[in-house]
């Protein structure tokens, strides 16, 4: 495989990565310490214009290609993966089916959520309904002038900040997972106490209860028990957004580490010249590179046109465990200094726990891969 980037994707890359060096590193530290949402921050991004990425110019969007979006997701999680969680939930979940199937009132939040304006989160995983998502109980009563919500979430990013949701639940009416748009101001929408997490802590996320909600018709998005159609649409993109994550705060762990081994001497000579040290980083180099370079090549596929579920799995799958890996090894180069919470690599290992869940535990890819082998 030979990879290379265009003008437009390297200007891309650049322009995150200075954003990144100069506004988010500096902050990295206090956001996950504070653990609140990097409110600041978070519009910085949008007036970069990277949740209209994805989207076509005509509803607001600079419609550039997933290699593009990939390359600067991978420099949002490089200066904190708090922040480039935030981002990214919503650059893509919580948006994307009120531009996919929202009506004009629907689209107004949507264009506020492009601007940073407005603030979404997705509504999917129930106390007992997590990988099994089509188990999930919460429930919509159809009436003749809309909907009745009742339900519990759990998990959900950005929810205590969040202007609006994006709700999957079952309905009176149809089999399938309907789609609904719920502004979070309505009566009956309780957002619970955040959860505290071990890691990407500024990334905030709580419990939400839906009791009693009345909902338009129009906040119905696609038709009745159609949900599951849509949610397949952007599933790939999301397994190569978080791998673009898991190379982000590798990449992070990596530099950090390498530069550390260069200025920290031992025995008269800086560490990195101990030929284990040295092995240690070629693994990680190893690590890093095929998993940056299969996520960028999923990417690339994806903009051609192709079908590609194995590869966008085969690409989360290897990015998250080699971001652990890389965590792993990073930190024991730094040994007790890997251990202290004043430096860094705690914080690159803590958070990149979660890249082996968001977008579909290790456990659940390997049997989906499984399935595409025809196995
Ligand atoms: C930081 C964070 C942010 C999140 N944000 C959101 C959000 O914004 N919105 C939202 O809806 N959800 C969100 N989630 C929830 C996330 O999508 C779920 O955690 C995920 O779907 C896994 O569900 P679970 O945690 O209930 O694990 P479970 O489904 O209970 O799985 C537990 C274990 O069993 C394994 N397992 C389950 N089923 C199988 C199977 N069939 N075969 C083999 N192994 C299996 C899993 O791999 C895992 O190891 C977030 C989670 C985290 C950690």
Known sequence: ?????????????DTFKEFVDKRVMPLAASIDEKAEFPMELFKEVGELGFFGMRYPE?????????????????ELARGSLSLAAACTMQSLMATYFLYRLGDEEVR?????????????????????????????????????DGFVLNGQKTWVTSAPVA???????????????????????LKGVNIGKSIEKLGIKGSVTSEVSFDNVKLPKNYLLGELGDGSKYLREILTEIRIMTAALAVGVATAAFEYALQYSKEREQFGRPICKFQAVKMSFAEMAVQLETAKQYALHAASLSDAGHTQQKEAMIAKLHASECANSICDKASRVLASYGYAMEYPLQRYLRDARFTLIGGGTSEILKINIGKELGL
């Open 1 to 13: 495989m030979n990879y290379t980037l265009n003008e437009i994707q390297k200007v891309t890359k």
């Open 58 to 74: 005509e509803v607001g969007g600079s419609n550039m290609d997933t290699v593009s979006y990939s390359l600067a997701v991978m």
């Open 108 to 144: 107004k939040h949507f264009s506020a959520a492009l601007k940073g304006a407005e603030i979404g989160g997705i509504c999917m995983t129930e106390p007992n309904a997590g990988t099994d998502l089509f188990s999930l109980q919460s429930k919509a009563q159809v009436l003749e």
């Open 163 to 185: 202007d609006f949701f994006t709700v999957l639940a079952k309905t009176d009416k149809a089999e399938g997972i309907s789609i609904f748009f719920v502004p979070t101001h």
